[in-house]
Structures are given as C-alpha cells and as structure tokens.
C-alpha cells in the first residue's frame, strides 16, 4: 500500500516541476506579449530631448556649410545640443566603432552604421548595412539619400538634424521616393 | 502600470505552485525513510512560507523587480533540500538553515542596497578586498576536494572565492561603465585592420593573470574557468566587439595548454575526459578517484532513463561528493531525464531574466552589472552540469542553489537580490 503511494507521490513530485515550468512558460509570454514598458530603441526623447531645432537657431560654424546637431542621445558622451560640422569634401561617419567620427555609444547601432557626406552639391545620407537601421523622418532608408535642411536622422536611441547653412542648391531638388511619401 | 502591479501576483501564484512541488517531494520523502512526519511538515512549510513571506513583503513595500526570479529559485532550493535529505539528512537539515539564512540576506540586500549605484563608488576598495580575500587562502587555507580554497572556522568552513565572484563584477561593472568610451574608442590600426589598443589591452591580461593565479594557487579550475568567462562576457557587453572575444579565447587556450603541460592535476582531468575513463580505475592513484566518481556518474545519469528510479529508488550515494559538485547526478538519476531537463530550462530562464533586466536598465554600471551577474550564474551552472556529463573536463564548482554549501548559497542569494534591485530601479522610471 505504501509503495503505492510513495510511486504516486514520486510521480506528482516530477508532475510538479513541470506544472511550474508550464505555468512560468505561459506568465513569461504573456508579460513579453502585453506588458513591456521599456525596451523600445527611441525612449531618448522621452527622456528629456532637446525641442525642435531649427537650422537658424544654430549659429554657422566657421568652413562648414551644413552639419548634424544632437537632439536627442542614450548615449551620455552624445549631448543634445552639440554639432558636427561637414567641412568640404568631407565624410562624415556615424556608428559604433572607434574609427567613426561620431561614435554612438547606443546598443542600437552597429559599427559602422551610416555615412553623411557631400557630392554634387548636395548633402546625402547612406547606410553602411547597419543591422537596425538608419531613419529619415521615421522611415527606413535603403540607398543614399538627399538631406534637407531639418530632416531628422535617427539610429536607435540617438536623434540628429540636418542643419544647413548656405543654400547653393535649392532644398525642394531632391531625390528618394522616401521622402515624398512622408511630404505628401 | 496595472501589469507591473500584477507581477507581484504572478509570483505569488508560482511560489503556491512552487509550494506544492515541495510538499509532493516532502510527501515522497516521507514515504520512502518513514519515522517521525513532524520535520518533513517544518522541513516543507519553512521555507515555503519564508519565500511566500518574501514575496508578500515586496508587494507591500511596492518592489517592482522581475516577478519571476524568485520562483525559479525557490524551486532550485527545494530540489535542493529534497534531494540532500534523500541523500544525507545531516546536510539537509544545515542546507535547511542556509536556505532561510540566503533569503534573509536576499532580502536585506533589497532593503539596503536598493540605491545599488552607489556600490560603484568604492570600486578600488572591493579590488583590494577580493584580492586579498583571494590571496589569504592560499596561507592560511585548507584544501577540500583537491582545491585550496577553503578557509578553516572550526564550526563551518568558508570559501572567500564565492563572495568574491560578487566583488570581481561589481568591480569590472563599475570601471568599464567609467572606462566604456576609451574601451571603445582605443584602437590602433594595423594593415587597415582595427585593433585594441594598449589601454584596452591592459585590464584584459590583468584578469587573465587573476584567473591563472587562481588555477595555479588555488587548484581552481572551476573558479578561474567561471572568472574568466564572466569577464569575457562583460567586455562584450560593454564594447561589441568580437576581436576581444576572440582574443580572449585564444588567451584562455594558450593559459589551459600551458597549465596541461605543466600541472599534474590539470592534465588529470583532460586525460580522464578525452581518454575512456574506465580505465583509470585500475590504475589506483589520485587519478582513480576523479575517474570512478565521473564514471558513477554517467552510471547514475544513465539508470535514471527517462522518468528516474523515483526518489529515493536510486543508488546516489556511490558518487563521490554527491551532495556538492555531483548532486545534478543524483536528481537526474532519481527525476530521469525529464527532471534533469527541467533542472537546465529553470536556469535557463534565470539567465534569460537576468540578460532582460539588463537590456532593461538605462545606466552603463546597471547593465554591466546585471550582465556580469547573470554570465557568472550561467557559467557556473554550464561549466558544472558540463563537468558531471562529461561534456567538459570536471571542474569542482558548485550548482547555484542546489549543490550543499552555505557560502555557495549566501552568495547566491546576494547575487539574487542585487539582479532585483537592478531590475527595480529600471521598471520604477518608466
């Protein structure tokens, strides 16, 4: 009789363990399913970003004609306020490895995430196949791009604007259908 | 918000769960040594209501860490005590008593170390402290289970390595949050290919000096394995940078083909693993004892089949230091398959929590730390459930929360409650 139960009880023991994991299993989804604050890449302008700059607001640094500002950054050596001038045929690179010239410190960015530069006159925008992504205005691009002044750029948690101080081409003469999706 | 809210109640209603795992297990017990019921009820409803207590006073004091951390530990515990009554009621008791003990100090840790960043302020001093704690029993230490670790107390036995893996990842969590950027940043170009550069190089032969020291000194495989490893871990999470992996490895190669080569014990465990360890056991020297546990171990593994002898129907007790390094032996020869399967998914969910809470906190010190902790974890149970398998060459470490040992299990209990302190702090500024 006691042999029995102590089988059964062997049994419920093991039954138990596994009544446990199921249930972990099944709260664990539903947490990851419906209650998820945080963990999103773009929670920097929540956090206190800066407001919308224009480039007027922005006082020309000297030999260079356009540059990114910081809006908004996750990354404390990245402030919000801080600009990086294009100086003539310059390149700009942006991405997480030490030879970039904007290091973004995010976990979002990859190490060699996106390039800004000038050619023919214009400002363009690449990415360099980043894993998650460089936006313009909120969309994806997927070829280099044409930058007008206060188009924002944004690479996982760290926001930037294009600023533009002299007009040599007129900002309506752009390319990409991206962007005049987002115009309408 | 409401589902934060619920958390606390998810937990309760595992730790319900949780509860009656126990007392089933209690209940088999019972059956299987008979005598006096009265312990097995205090035995099981202790520490039941102790981490039931535990959660209520989180709810009350609106602690908002990671509801699911504490059930799987608490099951770990129970597998625990279950198993070590089943093997020796002696150590069942004490384990009992370490077991209320941790979740006394897991508690104490959320009171006091709730504003955990300012730990990062002191990180010379916890250098020097681990440090020290590392070197003094290598004077004055006693060895146990062929590593000299242990430090002699008369009434219990400590082992200063277990704390001071706490030490060592509070330390490399608070430099490298200081030191990410110039981590990052330093490189030096060779042939167009970037490369660490000399500051970076520095930290990285310095913890791999540590680790050999440990191995070494100490005869601590284990320890140095699990150090070295959380580092590696740490230096990916605060650079992304595969070369310093890699570079690690190859370190870490270079440092275990040397130690083959060069110590007897090291080179004792490779042969046992690599070579049929059948045959050492003729041999009737050292190497004997290392081969016969290993080989009643696959015996145990191997008669559990897939349900187990049922607890109490196996024969856990030829293994040597069963109720320490080999305990994942015993339950898998007792649960079968299935719990020793059950056994690997609970610690894999700590580790997924634990890597969560880390995506989830906002500051450098808050992630490094939370990773550390949570890689630190995830090896010591890898390296040890690889170790009695014999997928890997057995390095005595213990299991975290399962294997007997009160300083194993405090610290443990530590780690546990700085992982809910960090994932606090991040759920409170959403």
Redesign the interface.
Known sequence: M?DI???V?????????????F??IK??FR?IK??Q???APP?VNRAGGAAEISGRDIAPLPGAAAGLAVLGSSDP?LQAGNVYPLKGGDELTLG????NII?L?D?YAS?DHAAFYGKDGQYWLEDRGSKNGTYLNDIRIDKPTVLADGDRIRIGGVTMQFVRWSYEVESGNRSGPHKEAKRG | MVIRESGRGNEIKLLVLAGLYLAAGAAAAYLWAGGDPRPYVIGASAPALAFLLAAFLFQALRFKADPFLLPVVAVLSYTSLIMLYRINQFYAVRQFIWVLAGLTLMFLTTRLFTNYRRLSDYKYIYGLMGAVALIIPIFFGTEEGGAKSWLNFGAFHLQPSEFVKILVVLFLASFMSENRMVLARDTVTVRGISLPGPRSWGPLLGMWGISLLLLVFQRDLGTALIYFGTFLAMVYVATARMLYIGVGLVLFMGGGTFSYFLFGHVRQRVDIWLLNPYNFIDLGDRAYNQAYQIVQSLFAIGAGGLTGTGLGGGYPLFIPAVHTDFIFSAITEEMGLLGGVGIIILYVFFIFRGFKIALESRDDFSKLLAAGLTALMGFQSFTIIAGVTKLLPLTGVTLPFISYGGSSLLANFIILGMLMNISHEANTHE
Do not use: E, N
């Open positions: 006691i139960f102590l089988t009880f062997r049994y419920i023991f093991l039954l138990m363990l596994f009544v446990f994991i249930q972990l709260m664990v947490d419906y209650g604050p945080g963990g929670r050596g997480r490895g030490g030879r290091l410190g976990p190490v």
